[in-house]
């Protein structure tokens, strides 16, 4: 069974770090391209970053540009993303998928406050 | 970025009824490769999404065939016929041809 489990969220100050994971199996996850995507509370979906399957291609949002950094472990079947100078707008539940949306995870809420 | 306007933006249907949601992209969705990938997908009260249909018309595995999608380009339908309870919640078109991957507002399908 394919899973893709979240996790790393949380409660962060803005202008703070916060770094997601999200660990993958059932399937082999180095022969596939990942996202990030968000959902902002009561808002639509909204694509972040991707990567390809080698980690060798990196794309992202120009909104995150710079802030955030996707990156991935093949060795250890995970993703991540390195999130960094956290904005309020950046407050969404946060899910990896893969290339073509044919898996989800659950999501991990992450929240910009003071 | 691709702009994708799926219309309506909310769907208010009787059990049993049939039901289309539009997507138009502002760029053509057809890969180098030859395919198109527009998938629609369907997320359920607090739910994460679910893909549906992937490159405009295929089934995911345990879909009903209840569920149809159509289109070519930058025009693009799902259709349910028969609604059931289980297929209410907000669908969503999603583009992966072009970076960014973009996606349309959402429609929600709820009950009459």
């Known amino acids: 069974e394919v899973q893709l489990v979240e996790s790393g969220g949380g409660l962060v100050q803005p202008g703070r770090s916060l770094k997601l994971s999200c660990a993958a199996s059932g399937f082999t996850f180095s022969n596939y391209g990942m996202h990030w995507i968000r959902q902002a509370p009561t808002k639509g979906l909204e694509w972040v970053a991707s990567?390809?399957?080698?980690?060798?291609?990196?794309y992202y949002r120009d909104s995150v540009k710079g802030r955030f950094t996707i990156s991935r472990d093949n060795a250890k079947s995970t993703l991540y993303l390195q999130m960094d100078s956290l904005r309020s707008e950046d407050t969404a539940t946060y899910y990896c998928?893969?290339?073509?949306?044919?898996?989800w995870g659950q999501g991990v809420m992450v929240t910009v406050s003071s | 970025d691709v702009v994708m306007t799926q219309t309506p933006p909310s769907l208010s249907v009787a059990i049993g009824q049939s039901v289309s949601i539009s997507c138009k992209s502002s760029q053509s969705l057809v890969y180098s490769d030859g395919k198109t990938y527009l998938h629609w997908l369907l997320q359920s009260s607090g739910r994460s999404p679910k893909r549906l249909i992937y490159q405009v018309s295929n089934l995911d595995s345990g879909v009903p065939d209840r569920f149809s999608g159509t289109g070519s380009q930058k025009d693009f339908t799902l259709k349910i016929s028969r609604v059931e309870a289980k297929d209410l919640g907000v669908y969503y078109c999603?583009?992966?041809?072009?970076?960014?991957?973009?996606f349309g507002a959402g429609t929600k399908l709820e009950l009459k």
């Open positions: 990567i390809s399957p080698s980690g060798g291609s990196t």
């Open positions: 998928a893969t290339r073509r949306l044919d898996y």
């Open positions: 999603a583009q992966t041809t072009h970076f960014p991957n973009t």
